[in-house]
């Protein structure tokens, strides 16, 4: 298996170089060359396996650089019940109407990116041997919340990596910055910058072009990289959760096999429904994506007019992980829906640095027209919808997994689809207690977030989490704040040590 690259489909890489790599060199993102198939028994056979046997298969269709012995080391590495707190990995939570909650937060920051992040360290560590010499591997991360803290917990104390996360000082939750301030493990940094995530994203962009920064740390045998979510490595995994559930679905009798379902996911930079598609491609019978966006609905505009447009307002939302008018992993689909044409994307991604905006020819649109339903909703919707799923069903939505159910109930209603369907649920309701709370219970809430979580306990009868409870009496480590301007003084700082 070959990867290209999306912007020059003649380019052929090893998995491996793809994971090292992250990007392209002239820009563009690496896609495998083929898609592999599962076979009937294939699928059928999965209902018996374990979560790692799933990945474990899943992996060495796309990985066939990668020894056996290799791919088992990652997948045992990170799906365990020490990382999860559950052997099951994802959890499914049956609702009414045919919905299936597909829980992809029981990682160690209880939101979904732990899916692909606690793996990430090894793919990467496994394909630096292969690739790089062994080189210790620098990760340096620009964040706006969740990425940073999965990231950390992912490479904290994983041998032959460190890793940096660079935060804006007044721009993330108090429990968002809690939970990085107070990171444990040896080879992990975390930095305050003053000003907001572009000043930060601009300052690690700064480090990844400074050749004197470069040239300092090869020295060393030091080699920088990135925990991006358009890296191969961190698509990969989310492949693998589509195809478990449903092999789970027809394991514990709510399909059979052979019945589509629908796959409904709430959407930021695309990568998570792409997971989706790819595994429709492999043989997962699928019926329609769904995609669900917040009042950033710049996707919901795209899929419905096959016109792209970026120059529009940006609102700061009640699901902040999707606040996102650029969804990077969108030029994946678009050059597999081309017929893999690399001249095509380079001119409408061009378009999209130069104008902000691009239109995709009519049979495009067509296509994404079958595979895809788009809907967006506001954040009185997602407040209602979280409150209506609690008091109706007593299950409690996050703010994210709430715009996809509301999303998928507006397609429901509207096209009387009652095929059953999977609703990915990104975060648990902890991590954004105050949104919930409000949706919930409404009225006046206290500025400690610790009381407030346990207003919200009393009032719904669940529980916090465990990973987030314990930040509440562990030491804050990092308190270094910044200019961007001296962030690569920082890791070289930190590498030097
Ligand atoms: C990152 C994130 C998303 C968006 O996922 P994409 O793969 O970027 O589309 C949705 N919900 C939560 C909670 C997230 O952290």
Redesign the pocket.
Known sequence: MNYASTRNSALKVTSAHAIVKGLSDEGGLYVPTSIPQFTKDEILAFCDKSYVDRAYDVFSKFLTDFTPAELRHCVESAYNDKNFDTNNIAEISKLRNGRYILELWHGPTC???DMALQILPYLLTTSAKKEAGGKHIAILVATSG?TGKAALEGFKDVAGTSISVFYPEDGVSPMQKRQMTTQDGANVNVCAVKGNFDDCQNGVKAIFTDKNIESELLKNNILLSSAN?INWGRLAPQIVYYVSVYAQLVKDEEIEYGEKINICV????????LAAYYAKLMGIPVNKLICASNSNNVLTDFINTGVYDRNRKFYTTVSP??DILISSNLERLLYHLSGENDALINDWFGKLKTDGRYEVSADVKAKIGELFYAGCCSDEETKAQIHSTFSEEHYLLDT?SAVAVKVYDDYRKKTGDETKTVIAS??NPYKFGRAVYDAVCGGEQPDDEFELIAMLEKATDTKMPAPLAATKDKAVRFTRVVNSADMGRVVLDFLNK
């Not at 709430?266 to 429904?273: D, Q, R, Y």
């Open positions: 939101a979904f990116k969740d979510s709430p959407t930021g930079n695309f990568g998570n429904i992980s999707m994210h990104t975060a």
